[in-house]
C-alpha cells in the first residue's frame, strides 16, 4: 500500500482508495468497483464527508428493525469486505444477523476469497459460496441466493446494493436497509429505509445503535416510529444542496 501521511487533509479518503486497490489486487474487488466507489465519493463530498443527523435517525430506525427482525441477513459485496471487514463481522455478532456473500460479477474464486476475509475477522457460517435459491425477477448469476440467508430473510442489508436487486427484494416483500450516499439511486429509493451514509462510518454507527437499542425497547420503538423514509431522503438531498449552495458565497 502506499505511505499516505497522516496529516494529509484527505487522509481518510486516501486510505479508502488504497484498501480498494489492494482488494482488486486480492481479487476480491472488481474494476467496476472501483468505478462505483467513485461515484459514491462524489456524493460523500456533498454531503461534507460526515454522518448527518438524518443518517442517524435512519441508522436508529434501521437498528430497531434488525432488532425485531426473526431472520436478519447482512449482504456483503467486494466493496464492502474490502473497506469494513471486521465491522460487518462486529454488525453480525450484535444483531445476529447472518453474513451472506452476494456479488453483481459473480465468480466461485471471488466468494470464497470474500468468505475468507470475513472469517479472518472472525465471521462463522458465512453463506453464499453454495447459493440454492434463486430471487425472482434477475437474471443470470446475480439472483443466486442462499435458501437458508436472504431468500427466506425478513429484513435485509443491501450496502451498496445494485438497483435491480434492490427493487426484486423489496417485490419479495423483505424489509431492506440500504447504505446509499445516492439517495437519487434505485437502491436508495426502493428500501425500506435508506442509510445516506459513507458505508464505514455507517456500519459501526449501526452497531452502536444496535447495542444501546437492544436494552431500550422503548427508544427503540420511537425511533422507527417516528422515521419516514421519503421525508429522511428529502433531508439528506437538501443537505447535499445546503452544502453546495454554501460554496457560491466563499
Ligand atoms: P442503482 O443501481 O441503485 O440505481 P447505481 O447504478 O447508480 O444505482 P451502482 O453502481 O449500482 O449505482 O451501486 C453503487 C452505489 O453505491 C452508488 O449509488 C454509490 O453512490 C454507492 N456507494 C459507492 N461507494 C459507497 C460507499 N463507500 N459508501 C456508501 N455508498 C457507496
Ligand atoms: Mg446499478
Known sequence: MTDIPKSHPRFTSLTQREKLVEGLRQGIVVPQGLIAHGRGEMFDYLLGERTTKEARAASRAAATLFLKAKRPVISVNGNVAALCPGEIVELSEASGAKIEVGLFHRTDDRVSKIQKVLEEH???????????????GIESMRALCSKDGIYSADVVLIPLEDGDRAEALAKMGKKTVAIDLNPMSRTARSATITIVDEVTRAIPELVRNVEVLKDDPRAAKRALSQFDQKKNLAKAMASMSANLKSFLDR
Open 122 to 136: 472472525g465471521a462463522k457460517g458465512v453463506l453464499g459460496f453454495l447459493p440454492d435459491a434463486r430471487i425472482p
